[in-house]
C-alpha cells in the first residue's frame, strides 16, 4: 500500500523541485524586485510609453515609397556586408574552432584559441563597430570587420564544442590507417560536424543580416545609417518602409538557409 501511495505521489509531481531549486527561485524573484525599484520603473511611466509607442506608429503610416533609390542602395550594402562578414568569419573560425578542440589539441593551444574566441564574443557589434569606425573611418568596411569578428566568437566556440562532441571511434580509425594529421581531420573529424557547421553557418548568416542595420546607426555602412537619419529626420513614413523591408528580408533569409539546411540533412 505504501509503494502505491509513493508511486502516485511520484506520478503527480514528476518536477518536484529541490529545497535549492526553490531557494534559487526566491532568491531571483526577490532581486528581480529589486533590481525593479532600482531602475525607476513604474507602471503610470509604461502606460504612458504604450500611448506614445501608438502614436509613433500612428505617424508611420501610410509607408514612404518616394526614396526607392535610397532604400534599395541600403540593403544591397547591408546584404553584401552581411554575407562578406559571414563568409571570412567562417573561413577564420574554421581553423580557431579546431585549435580550441580539447580533444585534438595540447591545453596551451586550447588556451590561445579559446581566449581570441572569447575575445571576439566579449563585445557587442556595435561597440566594435564604433572602434572600427574610428579605425578606418566611415563606410562598409567598419561594419565588414564588426561582424566579421561578431561571427569568430559565436561560429568558433560553437564549432569547437563541436567537435569535442563527436565520436573518437572514426578519428581513431583514421589513425590507423598512417593518415596524416590533415587527413585526420578532413575524414575522420568534418565528416562528424558538417551539417552542425552548416546549422551555425547560416544562423550567423541570419544574424549578420539582421546586425548590419545595427552597425549601420553608427556609421559603418548599410541601411541603418538611412534608417538613423529618418528618425533624425522624424521621416516616420520611410522608417516604416525601411523596417518593412528589413522583416522581408529576413524572413526570405529564413527560408533560403531552411532550404541550405534541407540539403545537408540539418
Known amino acids: 500500500m505504501s509503494r502505491a501511495v509513493l508511486s502516485a505521489d511520484r506520478v503527480g509531481t514528476p518536477f518536484r523541485a529541490s529545497a535549492l531549486a526553490r531557494g534559487v527561485s526566491v532568491a531571483l524573484l526577490v532581486y528581480m524586485v529589486y533590481a525593479l525599484s532600482q531602475l525607476n520603473f513604474s507602471w503610470p511611466r509604461f502606460v504612458s510609453g504604450l500611448d506614445r509607442g501608438a502614436h509613433l506608429l500612428a505617424r508611420m503610416f501610410p509607408p514612404d515609397m518616394s526614396k526607392g533609390d535610397i532604400l534599395w542602395t541600403g540593403m544591397v550594402e547591408s546584404m553584401q556586408m552581411a554575407v562578406l562578414a559571414s563568409v571570412l568569419g567562417i573561413v577564420i573560425s574554421l581553423p580557431l574552432g579546431l585549435l580550441g578542440a580539447r580533444n585534438l589539441m595540447p591545453q596551451p593551444v586550447t588556451w590561445l584559441a579559446r581566449a581570441v574566441v572569447a575575445a571576439c564574443r566579449s563585445l557587442h557589434p556595435v561597440i566594435v563597430a564604433i572602434f572600427f569606425v574610428k579605425a578606418v573611418g566611415f563606410g562598409a568596411l567598419a561594419g565588414i570587420l564588426a561582424l566579421m569578428v561578431g561571427s569568430i566568437g559565436f561560429i568558433g566556440k560553437l564549432f569547437a564544442e563541436a567537435i569535442e562532441e563527436i565520436s573518437p571511434k572514426q578519428v581513431e580509425a583514421v589513425r590507423a590507417t598512417g593518415a596524416s594529421f590533415a587527413n585526420v ?26 546586425n548590419s542595420t545595427m552597425v549601420g546607426i553608427v556609421g559603418a555602412g548599410g541601411i541603418g545609417g538611412a534608417l538613423f537619419s529618418a528618425f533624425q529626420r522624424f521621416d516616420y513614413g520611410f522608417v516604416f518602409t525601411i523596417l518593412a523591408t528589413i522583416v522581408i528580408i529576413i524572413v526570405l533569409g529564413e527560408l533560403l538557409t531552411n532550404n541550405v539546411k534541407k540539403v545537408f540533412h540539418v
Request: proline share 4%; hydrophobic share 45%.
Open 185 to 210: 581531420i578532413l575524414f575522420g573529424v568534418l565528416p562528424q560536424v558538417l551539417s552542425r557547421f552548416v546549422g551555425f553557418s547560416t544562423y550567423q548568416l541570419d544574424s549578420n543580416l539582421r
